[in-house]
């Protein structure tokens, strides 16, 4: 059995999570769940280890690993950059510039199911894709 760790690194301050971090998280577990069972029949176990930053690391916050690869050095033709976030503004009290995803000329804020799929499979060398076509998300 080969195992699938996807580390989910989030800001957390006082119980509360900012929008971006949050919506990231909520994908990440969905698509883990969805795909869990058929996956197994493929032989790999999906796990999540979720990693709570304070405000001194927030930069790494919203970052996704893969079996401990970050996401950007997983797919290359991803850029990771920042902006301005009201929600981590918010919940620390100070201005807060908060990590971005680019690919193919497109902006997130929040990481997307499209881009964890092809991380997820480009690190486990597998026809995920294929399953993905069949599968109802």
């Known amino acids: 059995m080969r195992t699938l760790e996807i580390e989910w690194k989030h800001l957390e301050k006082d119980d509360a999570t900012c929008f971006r971090c949050a919506e990231t998280g909520a994908t990440v577990k969905d698509f ?35 079996n401990g690869m970050l996401l950007e050095d997983v797919l290359e033709n991803l850029k990771v950059s920042q902006n301005y976030c009201g929600s981590c503004t918010e919940l620390t009290g100070t201005r807060t510039y ?4 680019e690919r193919d000329g497109e902006t997130y804020e929040e990481i997307p199911e499209s881009i964890i799929w092809d991380a997820a499979c480009r690190v486990m060398q597998c026809q995920c894709k294929n399953l ?3 599968k109802a998300l």
């Open 98 to 101: 908060c990590r971005t995803v």
């Open 132 to 134: 993905r076509e069949g």
């Open 32 to 66: 883990i769940e969805n795909m869990n069972d058929t996956c197994l029949e493929e032989g790999i176990r999906i796990s999540l280890q979720e990693t709570v930053l304070d405000e001194d690391r927030i930069p790494e916050s919203n970052s996704l690993s893969f």
